[in-house]
């Protein structure tokens, strides 16, 4: 038949097992932290035998490695979601990056510690490195600006407030917030 293509099943079932690994080792570093990762955890989180982890990241590296890039597209498209709904709200951009840093620091606390702890892992093993840039380069991608150099103040200032949230004993609401975001985007207008 012309046109067309069959489907491999075995594919699409390996891709589905890979991103439910990459998904369980998120799980176990926001539960036990990166010194808990191992294949054997990572299988047991994931519900499939250690091989199956082994097969597709033969060191544990390559299973951070996944964890973080997986983690900043992730990150990448609720942004993306997030800034649609505040264009078709009319809420403003201020407005749904409070929205999107309470989320992270409250409901979503356990996945950004997470992700704050494999990023800043890169410092430490030069193998997560590249995937640390890309999580920078998609943000940056996110906000093309005129002010190329504003904006990554602005992601700057905001890695340092998801910081400080997640070593608060309370996280900040949106409406708190809010004003630190405007007076960071201001000069961005």
């Known amino acids: 038949m012309k046109g067309y293509r069959q489907v491999d099943g075995r594919r699409t079932r390996g891709?589905?097992?890979?991103?439910?690994?990459?998904?369980?080792?998120?799980?176990?570093?926001?539960?036990?932290?990166?010194?808990?990762?191992?294949?054997?955890?990572?299988?047991?989180?994931?519900?499939?035998?250690?091989?199956?982890v082994t097969y597709h990241f033969a060191t544990l590296d390559d299973l951070l490695v996944a964890a973080l890039v997986w983690s900043a597209e992730d990150l990448a498209a609720s942004i993306r979601d997030v800034i649609e709904s505040s264009r078709i709200k009319g809420s403003g951009p201020a407005g749904?990056?409070?929205?999107?840093?309470?989320?992270?620091?409250?409901?979503?606390?356990?996945?950004?510690?997470?992700?704050?702890?494999?990023?800043?892992?890169?410092?430490?093993?030069?193998?997560?490195?590249?995937?640390?840039?890309?999580?920078?380069?998609?943000?940056?991608?996110?906000?093309?600006?005129?002010?190329?150099?504003?904006?990554?103040?602005?992601?700057?200032?905001?890695?340092?407030?998801?910081?400080?949230?997640?070593i608060d004993d309370e996280p900040p609401t949106a409406a708190e917030l809010l004003p630190v975001v405007e007076h960071l985007l201001a000069p961005l207008r």
């Open 15 to 52: 891709d589905r097992r890979r991103r439910e690994i990459v998904e369980a080792a998120l799980r176990v570093v926001e539960r036990d932290g990166v010194a808990g990762v191992s294949h054997r955890s990572v299988a047991g989180e994931a519900a499939v035998p250690p091989a199956s």
């Open 96 to 166: 749904a990056v409070a929205e999107l840093l309470a989320d992270a620091l409250g409901p979503h606390r356990g996945r950004t510690v997470a992700q704050y702890e494999l990023y800043l892992l890169a410092a430490r093993r030069p193998a997560l490195r590249p995937a640390a840039r890309l999580w920078i380069d998609v943000l940056t991608s996110l906000g093309r600006q005129p002010d190329e150099v504003g904006f990554r103040a602005f992601l700057a200032a905001v890695d340092g407030m998801l910081t400080q949230g997640l």
